[in-house]
């Protein structure tokens, strides 16, 4: 009964300072007085400058003043507007650099004396149909509302296009996604991943009801695009506005709100150097579940998966998940693998060496305590994570994605030391392959600013090459079978929270034995002249590293390494994502942070000078 009664007073509260805001409201309503002048106004479809369905009118005023804005589309207040004066150009071809989002609406006040400007606001029209729009402008001598101030406005009534057709009505609801190249490179079907959040009563299905259309630049045709929704989280909690002991809430509108958030990963083509837009429509309650078919397949059971596209064929180890063997598709006669040393993995890293405890590698676990997978028509996953085996003060986690049609796949290692230890070795990034199935080793080499070919055939055993530990790209590749495996970096970091990173000499290298292979050295005594020397691994340390790894034919190109350049130039310039969201009806129009000890926001008192 007690929570009842609390949960009444909390909700009567909330509906006082309702009452109270729209009394205030009324109290701060200013006359109508006078005509707008809207020079011109139009319906259009998405660009990259405005991302969604939308009215835009050039204004004038007859004379400059600070003003507010509120826009009607047949009788009904859009929540929001994008203001911008005429002086404030923008390329339409390419996103918008300047926006304002509710919060800079809330949290400080516009003081810029506006007379001719635009103004733009979602119109999900319909093509052929007659729009009613008025434009209502609050003429202001402050950037505060006062009873003095003056409203304009004027009505215009303007028929939708009558091109391409827009979306089914069904779906309640879009964001949009602009996506931009940048390296000149053509892309198709490229994977995309983003992340989007949600409100809980629009969110009941989204694995379901989620669709990705492109939009053409040109004709402005809506194309669906393979999606995937997945990893949704939620966050159901709501704010309780502070309410006290005497049952009256300390803010006037909440903090949060209850979100869900999801990833959507899709196949986007852009042409080079534009941008394009792409709208991710949602909110359909009957929405049935739509399986797009593309080449990605996964099969077996995690962690020991094979997974299969057009282009390669890999083979995660039974024991730990990490790569067995991958197979060029157009060489299948060709395989590469390891299968010797102790986990036989090709892939081995992270690892550390505390001695006297053996020498320890996240291909060793048999299996990882923590096992997860994503199967899916645009990205599959795998991920294992554990304590390092004889070594429970570190931890370490392996992450393979793979992708439609795509001859590479992409791996994420990152170890964190729990508790300080004292090493040997501390490695990362290790690929091992069997003797017999490589001939050359190739890299890009800083120092000496070439690629360096060096014929591995008769390389005695034990002897390193070594390189710079950020080299750019390595491969080794079979001369005479015309099969080459890549390993493109992408991202190398190593940073500590306690303590700063303690690292001794790190470099990158390549050693052969029965099996030849390549890793990072992070610190790594072992191969130095004073071999026995151990190196403190420090509390609170995190390595972590991502690659791409490419199975490719070396026996089509001028240089055996001529594809790595490539795909080096196009996985280190993805495409460039930008998400742009209508501001919902929900969204408060005041906000205020809460600042630490109670401290100013920065703005009390702050003079316009307009």
Not at 445 to 454: C, E, P
Not at 511 to 538: C, D, E, K
Request: net charge neutral.
């Amino acid at each position: 009964m007690k929570k009842i009664i609390n949960s009444n007073l909390k909700i009567l509260a909330v509906v006082l300072v309702s009452l109270t805001l729209c009394i205030n409201g009324q109290a701060q309503k200013a006359k109508e007085s006078g005509q707008l002048n809207i020079r011109s106004i139009e319906l259009n479809y998405p660009i990259p400058a405005i991302p969604f369905y939308h009215f835009r009118a050039e204004i004038e005023l007859p004379q400059e003043s600070i003003i507010e804005v509120e826009a009607s589309v047949d009788g009904k207040v859009l929540r929001a507007t994008d203001l911008r004066r005429d002086s404030d150009h923008e390329n339409m071809s390419r996103p918008p650099i300047s926006e304002r989002p509710p919060s800079g609406y809330s949290l400080s006040q516009d003081g810029t004396l506006y007379k001719n400007f635009n103004v733009t606001g979602w119109v999900r029209w319909e093509p052929g149909k007659d729009y009613t729009i008025k434009l209502s402008v609050r003429l202001k001598k402050s950037v505060k509302a006062s009873p003095n101030d003056t409203w304009i406005s004027a009505t215009k009534t303007v028929k939708a296009p009558q091109g391409a057709a827009t979306f089914s009505k069904d779906w309640k609801s879009y964001k949009s996604i602009i996506l931009s190249e940048t390296a000149g490179i053509n892309r198709s079907k490229e994977p995309v991943e983003v992340l989007l959040a949600f409100y809980p009563d629009e969110a009941q299905q989204l694995a379901r009801d989620i669709r990705v259309v492109a939009v053409d630049p040109k004709t402005h045709e809506l194309t669906e695009v393979p999606s995937q929704v997945y990893d949704q989280m939620e966050y159901l909690k709501e704010d309780d506005l502070g309410i006290g002991k005497d049952g009256k809430p300390e803010r006037e509108v909440p903090l949060w709100l209850p979100t869900v958030t999801t990833r959507v990963a899709f196949l986007a083509d852009v042409p080079a150097r534009t941008s394009k837009v792409f709208l991710v429509f949602y909110n359909n309650p009957d929405a049935m579940v739509k399986v797009y078919s593309t080449d990605l397949r996964v099969q077996g059971a995690a962690p020991g998966l094979q997974i299969d596209n057009s282009a390669m064929s890999v083979i995660l180890h039974p024991n730990s998940g990490h790569l067995d063997q991958v197979t060029l598709k157009s060489k299948p006669e060709a395989p590469l693998y390891h299968r010797l040393e102790t986990n036989g993995a090709m892939h081995w890293n992270p690892d550390i060496y505390v001695p006297p405890r053996p020498w320890t590698h996240t291909a060793d676990w048999k299996p990882p305590r923590n096992v997860s997978s994503v199967a899916g028509s645009v990205i599959a996953r795998s991920d294992v994570w554990d304590d390092m085996r004889e070594v429970p003060e570190v931890d370490a986690a392996v992450r393979y994605e793979f992708y439609p049609g795509m001859p590479y796949f992409v791996s994420t290692t990152t170890m964190r030391i729990k508790e300080t230890v004292q090493a040997l070795a501390l490695r990362n990034s290790e690929m091992v392959i069997k003797r017999e199935l490589i001939t050359h080793a190739a890299w890009y080499d800083v120092v000496r600013d070439s690629v360096i070919v060096y014929d591995v055939t008769h390389m005695p055993d034990l002897t390193d090459l070594k390189m710079e530990a950020d080299v750019p790209w390595i491969i080794f590749f079979n001369k005479e079978k015309g099969i080459g495996f890549a390993g493109i970096q992408l991202s190398y970091s190593n940073t500590g929270l306690e303590s700063p990173v303690r690292v001794l000499n790190p470099f990158f290298y390549i050693t052969a034995g029965p099996w030849i292979y390549w890793a990072r050295g992070l610190s790594h005594t072992f191969l130095s002249s004073n071999m026995q020397q151990v190196i403190p691994v420090l509390k609170g340390n995190v390595f972590s590293e991502k690659w791409a790894y490419l199975v490719f034919e070396t026996d089509k190109t001028p240089t055996p390494y001529a594809p790595v350049i490539e795909w080096q130039k196009r996985l280190n310039n993805p495409l460039r994502v930008q998400l742009v969201e209508e501001v919902d009806e929900r969204v408060s129009k005041t906000l205020k942070e809460v600042f630490m000890d109670n401290g100013k926001s920065g703005w009390e008192g702050r003079d316009t000078h307009k």
